[in-house]
């Protein structure tokens, strides 16, 4: 279906309407501009500008001695490494099963579920999420019950109140969310590329080594970074369960909100800056190797 | 653009209110006391007198209508029960509740991005260290029992009164920890794994702060020195003992923390009080020793966009019936001395809280400002 509409599209077009087409689709592009300025630019521009302010509005660079605090250290190595290992386990999960839904009807009811279930889960976040891992997970929670059943009471300690109890947790997000962007680009797999494969005589090893992973790579590297933004950022669950901070995101709430340390509330600005300067060097190295990659493809 | 519009709609109601205000004092002979005043009047009214009395006031109220509060619980010293109280008595004015759960120095932000807009809070019930940042967004204003707050308990200008202390207590599951909580060392007890958590990280919430400054009172510390309640969560910490997840209403009543340090309205609060939402078998306990408590201040925003609202809420809450009820969940308000002295306090309340204890401190700003410091360099690694 998608490939008759594309093919006729690049058929039908004349020059000269395609070029209206363009001038009609920058006007389309407008309003998402115009939100994604409004939303996202300004206020990341006021929140990151901030952290070169005193709360009386002078220049200083102050707020940048919250980096030589050990605390913030840690809690800036906390939030990468747990970003990195739920974006990892969560991508290669999440390609898991997009390779077993490929083997599937698209219409099929199986593949409908799993992907409402996906955008449903991948959107599950915050305080309810929290909760249902306090439910299933805590110290009082199903598990801790069944465990302390099976040997003895307090021998279960819920790992959920720690940076690495938060695992678990965001893969329950991080794993649709994978499914949902990286399905896209498993179907665009033809089949013909493995038959051509076989006519060659390559086997099925050959056929993923050679060609699905190769094609596949930057989109999987992609989603991988979307995932890693998507953890790296997240805020509402953690705090429902780490009271005691662990990750920058927790740092920037308690700069920013704190009744008892005051004078400090810009330093959420400079925090904010080196989670932007992280995000940075990831897409940059995203985007070398992407031109590595395209490099590659075109020899 | 916005800003143009707003400020269009802000001349626009002002004159709509100096057009009233003329046709009021035209109309009315009767009511010769009861004044009209303008937006930018009601904001730097100081008594109900520049009302011309208290009908003036409530007058000047219902036509505004509104009353924007901001960070009041309703579980939090019974604030859900004083809002209708407020609504019911005055059926003209609808309370706009905004972020129940922020923190006092989200009240600042949210008046200082909201400046000029309907939606600014009108009123603070405040922490002392941020207020004494931001002394510049109050507005001085007496209510009529002034003179029934102590003087150490109020600015001597009104731009800020105390309103209410809890005590730092522990609040306990008692069908889990059937034997009670006698003294502070008793969490230590292997019977108290992963149970006893507190209200936030110290060096962000004030609760937590307290928390640790009674420990540190419990363990011969002092308000100068809270080390001691420091090395007492360390060892908590050690002991396997210390849950570092938030507790909230849920958590307690599902049981997931069984034991929470925090203010007593709060414990009190969330436990059969609540009714259904709360947990029947929360007990609380102040231990002996010097109490720990903390006054929130009032105060209204300057710039508040329902002036008159505000000093109506002003007045009600210090009304013995809303100190009362302040009394009820465990919060110890600021007329509470005036009131037995005239006896109109609630006796079989009292009764039931237990008076104030006679040994009582409180941080002073210096001393919050030493314990802030020692615990940014102290805390993270003491439960880390």
């Not at chain 2, 009302?51 to 924007?68: I, P, Q, R, Y």
């Not at chain 2, 002092?222 to 210390?242: E, H, W």
């Amino acid at each position: 279906m998608t490939s008759l509409a594309q093919s006729r599209g690049a058929g039908v077009g004349t020059p000269r309407r395609r070029g209206a087409r363009i001038g009609v689709g920058w006007i389309g592009v407008v309003p998402f501009g115009a939100y994604a300025l409004l939303f996202l630019g300004i206020p990341a521009v006021l929140a990151v500008a901030s952290g070169f302010f005193t709360e009386n509005g002078a220049f200083t660079l102050a707020n940048f001695d919250t980096f030589a605090n050990p605390t913030t250290q840690k809690d800036i190595i906390g939030s990468i490494g747990l970003s990195a290992v739920t974006a990892v386990i969560g991508a290669i999960a999440g390609a898991i099963i997009c390779y077993a839904l490929l083997s599937m009807r698209s219409d099929g009811w199986i593949r409908t579920i799993v992907d409402s279930a996906s955008s449903v889960f991948a959107q599950f976040g915050g305080v309810m999420l929290a909760f249902a891992f306090i439910a299933t997970m805590g110290n009082t929670g199903l598990l801790g019950i069944i465990i302390n059943g099976l040997f003895g009471d307090n021998t279960y300690t819920s790992p959920l109140y720690t940076v690495p109890g938060l695992v678990p947790v965001y893969l329950f997000f991080q794993i649709p969310l994978m499914v949902l962007t990286f399905m896209p680009a498993m179907e665009a797999l033809k089949p013909a590329w493995g038959e051509a494969v076989a006519t060659l005589g390559g086997t099925r090893r050959t056929y993923w080594w050679r060609v699905g992973i190769p094609v596949l790579a930057p989109a999987f590297l992609g989603c991988t970074i979307l995932l890693f933004a998507n953890s790296f950022s997240s805020f509402a669950t953690a705090a429902a369960l780490i009271s005691q901070g662990g990750l920058i995101s927790l740092d920037i709430f308690r700069a920013s909100t704190s009744e008892t340390v005051v004078g400090h509330a810009n330093e959420a600005g400079s925090l904010a800056l080196a989670m932007v300067v992280v995000m940075i060097v990831l897409m940059s190295a995203y985007g070398a190797l992407q031109r590595r990659a395209a490099k590659w493809g075109n020899r | 653009m916005k800003t143009r519009y707003l400020a269009g709609a802000a001349v626009l109601a002002a004159a709509a209110l100096a057009l009233t205000a003329c046709a009021g004092t035209a109309g009315s002979g009767s009511s010769g006391s009861t004044k009209t005043l303008t937006l930018a009047q009601a904001q730097k009214a100081t008594s109900v007198a520049d009302f011309g009395g208290m009908a003036g006031l409530v007058a000047a109220a219902n036509k505004e209508g509104h009353l924007n509060v901001i960070t009041l619980p309703p579980s939090w010293a019974n604030y859900g029960q004083i809002i209708q109280g407020f609504e019911k008595k005055y059926p003209g004015i609808k309370i706009n509740s905004e972020n129940p759960d922020g923190s006092s120095a989200d009240e600042v932000a949210a008046a200082k991005s909201q400046k000029g807009q309907s939606t600014a809070p009108d009123v603070f019930d405040i922490g002392t260290a941020v207020m004494n940042q931001n002394l510049d967004l109050l507005a001085p204003y007496k209510v009529q029992s002034w003179k029934d707050i102590p003087d150490d308990f109020k600015d001597a200008d009104g731009t800020w009164w105390y309103d209410y202390t809890g005590l730092m207590s522990i609040g306990y599951d008692s069908k889990k920890f059937p034997k009670g909580i006698k003294k502070l060392d008793d969490l230590l007890g292997s019977d108290f794994k992963n149970a006893v958590a507190i209200k936030g990280d110290p060096t962000q919430a004030n609760e937590a702060l307290s928390a640790v400054t009674m420990a540190a009172l419990q363990e011969g510390g002092s308000v100068d020195n809270i080390q001691p309640g420091i090395d007492f969560f360390q060892k908590l910490k050690q002991a396997g003992n210390f849950l570092s997840t938030l507790p909230k209403q849920a958590t307690v009543a599902s049981g997931e923390t069984p034991v929470v340090i925090q203010w007593s309205f709060n414990n009190v609060g969330w436990g059969p009080a609540a009714g259904s939402a709360g947990n029947p078998n929360w007990k609380t306990v102040v231990l002996p020793g010097t109490g720990l408590g903390s006054y929130y201040n009032q105060a209204i925003n300057v710039d508040a966009p329902n002036p008159a609202a505000a000093r109506l809420w002003e007045e009600y809450l210090y009304t013995p019936a809303v100190q009362n009820l302040y009394l009820a969940a465990g919060a110890y308000p600021a007329q509470l001395a005036a009131m037995k002295k005239a006896g109109t306090v609630d006796k079989s309340v009292l009764a039931k809280v237990g008076d104030a204890p006679s040994d009582f401190v409180q941080l002073s700003a210096d001393q919050a400002a030493k314990a802030s410091t020692l615990l940014t360099a102290k805390w993270a690694a003491a439960i880390g």
